[in-house]
């Protein structure tokens, strides 16, 4: 089992740049989201999805939009890149959401817009 | 606005020593609290994950409490070794629903020969 992952590791984008990241999980979980940790700030929801062809906003989900064809992926794009994009992107899965239920995180997306 | 803080913002510790980590949160209605442990350039990992009727819950040398009386939980490192140097996560989930989870900045901890 590789768990989660995720495509690219590093990108350095320029302003106006779009991009995709993908993230993959092989353990069949439902429930997959996309966050972003910047420094002295906890990890932000961007968007989730509760399932296969589902997707839904998160807390800041402006200049992002997400994309689960497939139960395994969800894919994050960013059409117009900008410096406030500059961030570090989790990507994460959970079987089913609930109390006692463990979240599993990917190794993360570091990007640099310029 | 749902609010998880964490003290300290880091600290340093000797190997072997035991240190406490604290969170305090205002979220409501309260569901779960967990802790995460975040290596440098690494996604997080749950250490501990606790229900609101659990107060205590252990992972080795890990132990995390939860007071929700007060809204405040705590994790404590015990005989803390080089590999505990990392970033520690308290997150509280607002219902049974994970994409309501709020995450603290976390404490960066840093152990030293």
């Known amino acids: 089992n590789a768990g989660v992952t995720q495509t690219p590791k590093f990108r350095v984008l320029k302003t106006g740049q779009s991009m995709t990241l993908l993230c993959a999980q092989d353990m069949n979980h439902e429930y997959m989201y996309w966050y972003r940790q910047d420094p002295g700030m906890g990890l932000r929801l961007i968007h989730y999805s509760v399932g296969e062809g589902t997707t839904a906003k998160g807390e800041v989900p402006d200049g992002y939009n997400v994309s689960r064809l497939k139960k395994q992926n969800f894919l994050l794009g960013l059409e117009s890149a900008a410096p406030s994009q500059t961030s570090v992107y989790f990507c994460?899965?959970?079987?089913?959401?609930?109390?006692?239920?463990?979240?599993?995180f990917g190794p993360g997306t570091r990007l640099t817009v310029l | 606005k749902n609010q998880v803080e964490q003290s300290p913002q880091s600290l340093i510790i000797l190997e072997g020593k035991n240190c406490t980590l604290q969170?305090?949160?205002?979220?409501?209605?309260?569901?779960?609290l967990r802790w995460y442990k975040q290596d440098t350039g690494r996604g997080p990992v749950s250490l501990t994950i606790m229900t609101f009727s659990e107060n205590t819950k252990s992972n080795g040398r890990y132990t995390a409490t939860l007071d929700a009386d007060t809204k405040q939980s705590s994790l404590h490192i015990t005989a803390s070794q080089l590999s505990d140097s990392a970033s520690y996560i308290c997150?509280?989930?607002?219902?049974?629903?994970?994409?309501?989870?709020?995450f603290g900045a976390g404490t960066t901890v840093t152990v030293r020969a």
């Open positions: 997150v509280v989930g607002g219902t049974s629903n994970d994409y309501k989870l709020s």
């Open positions: 994460a899965s959970v079987r089913r959401p609930g109390g006692g239920v463990e979240q599993f």
């Open positions: 969170c305090n949160y205002t979220v409501s209605p309260f569901s779960n």
